[in-house]
C-alpha cells in the first residue's frame, strides 16, 4: 500500500528553527508538495519539491531524498503565525496525489 | 479576486436528505477535486474532473455523486446523507489535471454535520 508518514504534532518557541520530517512509500514519485493549513481553513501551497537538494523560500526550506523517501520543511524564525498544521503529499506513478495526515505545529512564545 | 469560492460555509443535515455542495473556480482551471478532511486522516479524494464534461472515482466516491457540465463549476451531491459522511469537504482546482504535477489550490471548505 501506499504510506506518507509524518509526526502527529510539534512543539516549537518563537524565534526558533523547527523541522517537520516527511517519509513516503508510494508506487512511484513524480514530485512532492507542502502545504500550510491553518485552523478553519483551507490548505495552502508552500513548496515542490521533485529533484533532490533544498529549495529556499524565505524562512522556509523543502528538502527531498528521493533515495531515501524522505522530505523536510524546515521553518526558520518562528512566528507565532506559524502555528498551524503542515500537510506533505507525494505524486505517485499513477500522478494521483498521496496525502499525509498533517503535522500541528504549536509555537510558544 | 480570483480563487474558488464554496457554499454553504457549513450545514446540519438529516439523516437520509440529499445535498449539494456548491464550487465555483474563475481561474479557467481545466481540473477539479472534491476532497474530505477527517481528523488524524489524511485528505481523501472522493470525485475529480480532468476537463468539462468528465469525472472519474477518487478513493472513497461511495454515496457521493458529481458533474462538470462547464469549467467553472463542480458541485458534489450526496443523495442520501449517512452520518459517517459529516466531514469538512474541500474543492480544489489545477490548470491540468490527470498526468501533470499541476499544484492543486484548494477552496474555503465546507463543514458538514450530519445527524
Known amino acids: 500500500g501506499q504510506n506518507i508518514d509524518q509526526p502527529t504534532e510539534m512543539t516549537a518557541t518563537e524565534g526558533a528553527i523547527v523541522q517537520i520530517n516527511c517519509t513516503y512509500q508510494t508506487s512511484g514519485f513524480n514530485g512532492l508538495f507542502w502545504y500550510q493549513q491553518h485552523a478553519g481553513e483551507a490548505p495552502t501551497f508552500l513548496s515542490y519539491?521533485?529533484l533532490d537538494g533544498l529549495e529556499e523560500k524565505g524562512r522556509f526550506s523543502s528538502f527531498l531524498s528521493r533515495s531515501k523517501g524522505y522530505s523536510y520543511l524546515l521553518l526558520k524564525e518562528l512566528q507565532m503565525k506559524d502555528s498551524a498544521s503542515y500537510l506533505c503529499?507525494?505524486?505517485?506513478?499513477?500522478?494521483?496525489?498521496?496525502w499525509g495526515a498533517g503535522t500541528k505545529l504549536i509555537i510558544k512564545p | 479576486i480570483a480563487g474558488i469560492t464554496q457554499a454553504p460555509t457549513s450545514q446540519i443535515l438529516a439523516a437520509g436528505r440529499r445535498m449539494t455542495l456548491r464550487c465555483t473556480q474563475d481561474?479557467?482551471?481545466?481540473?477539479m477535486y472534491w476532497y474530505r478532511q477527517d481528523l488524524g486522516l489524511g485528505l481523501r479524494l472522493i470525485h475529480y474532473?480532468?476537463?468539462?464534461?468528465?469525472?472519474g472515482k477518487g478513493e472513497v466516491p461511495d454515496g457521493y455523486s458529481v458533474s462538470r457540465a462547464n469549467t467553472d463549476d463542480f458541485p458534489l451531491t450526496l443523495a442520501s446523507a449517512v452520518p459517517s459522511q459529516t466531514s469538512v469537504y474541500f474543492c480544489?482546482?489545477?490548470?491540468?489535471?490527470?498526468?501533470?504535477?499541476?499544484?492543486?489550490?484548494f477552496g474555503p471548505g465546507t463543514r458538514l454535520t450530519v445527524l
Open positions: 519539491n521533485v
Open positions: 481561474m479557467r482551471h481545466n481540473a
Open positions: 480544489a482546482s489545477s490548470d491540468s489535471g490527470s498526468g501533470s504535477t499541476d499544484t492543486q489550490y
Open positions: 503529499a507525494v505524486i505517485d506513478s499513477n500522478y494521483q496525489l498521496i
Open positions: 474532473s480532468n476537463t468539462a464534461g468528465t469525472t
